[in-house]
């Protein structure tokens, strides 16, 4: 079962940057058909901000293009979501998922409070 373990959030002003990290333990990401970046503000539902396919295409949320980057590094196990121009309204709990199907795989989230 793959494991997945995010940091990287925090508070940051408004304008700032954060890079969020998600290392996967017991397979490579390369193994993985799809990996990504979710978020979920307070009573809202969880969305996808940025993914990245097996084969390194990625696709983002229209909010977030222009200012976030999802990347991997293989030799670390490890993607990564750098995120620029921070707006409030990128506050949420971010969640790193695997989708290998039929299987969907979470991390714990971690905290993004962007102050304006």
């Known amino acids: 079962q793959v494991q997945l373990v995010e940091s990287g959030g925090g508070l940051v002003q408004a304008g700032g940057s954060l890079r969020l990290s998600c290392e996967a333990s017991v397979i490579s990401i390369l193994n993985i058909n799809s990996m990504g970046w979710h978020r979920q503000a307070p009573g809202k539902q969880r969305e996808l901000v940025a993914g990245i396919t097996r084969g390194g295409s990625t696709n983002y949320e229209d909010s977030v293009k222009g200012r976030f980057t999802i990347s991997r590094d293989s030799a670390k196990n490890t993607v990564y979501l750098q995120m620029n121009s921070l707006k409030p309204e990128d506050t949420a709990v971010y969640y790193c998922?695997?989708?290998?199907?039929?299987?969907?795989?979470w991390g714990q989230g971690t905290q993004v409070t962007v102050s304006s």
């Open positions: 998922n695997a989708q290998d199907f039929p299987y969907a795989y």
